[in-house]
């Protein structure tokens, strides 16, 4: 067992093993699906799409793998897993894990300042 200093500094151990084992099991997915997994993980931590705090990281990334190994198992198509926006779906499957970001913040701000004006004359334009 690390010292807790060790893992205040490194972040957890436990969850670096079982990533990097999960890392592991995708580079053994058959062909097209380990490059298509690989291609979208590496999507995935340019924070594109938004990194996962915490225990999220490893949950996210277990799903994903096994994602990959069901539709390795059911010779899926890409196109069905993915669809005809690769970046939409990985937005979309990550944005799962986010949690609340300052973005959706912003967001709902924007929509109740839209309906305020909605409110107040109506919406009609000048």
């Known amino acids: 067992m690390a010292p807790k200093w060790l893992e205040l500094v490194t972040g957890s151990l436990e969850?670096?093993?079982?990533?990097?084992?999960?890392?592991?099991?995708?580079?053994?997915?058959?062909?097209?699906?380990a490059a298509a997994a690989k291609a979208l993980h590496r999507y995935f931590m340019s924070g594109a799409a938004g990194i996962?705090?915490?225990?999220?990281?490893?949950?996210?990334?277990?799903?994903?793998?096994?994602?990959?190994?069901?539709a390795a198992a059911d010779g899926t198509p890409l196109r069905d897993i993915v669809g005809e926006d690769p970046v939409e779906f990985a937005?979309?499957?990550?944005?799962?894990?986010?949690?609340?970001?300052?973005?959706?913040?912003e967001r709902a701000r924007l929509t109740r300042a839209i309906e305020a004006l909605e409110q107040t004359d109506g919406g009609e334009q000048p």
Not at 59 to 67: A, K, P, S, W, Y
Request: charged content about 35%; overall charge neutral; hydrophobic content about 40%.
């Open 15 to 33: 969850q670096k093993k079982q990533y990097k084992q999960l890392r592991t099991r995708m580079d053994a997915l058959p062909a097209p699906y």
């Open 52 to 70: 996962p705090e915490d225990d999220s990281v490893v949950t996210m990334m277990r799903d994903f793998v096994e994602l990959w190994e069901r």
């Open 91 to 105: 937005d979309l499957f990550a944005q799962a894990y986010l949690g609340k970001r300052w973005i959706d913040n």
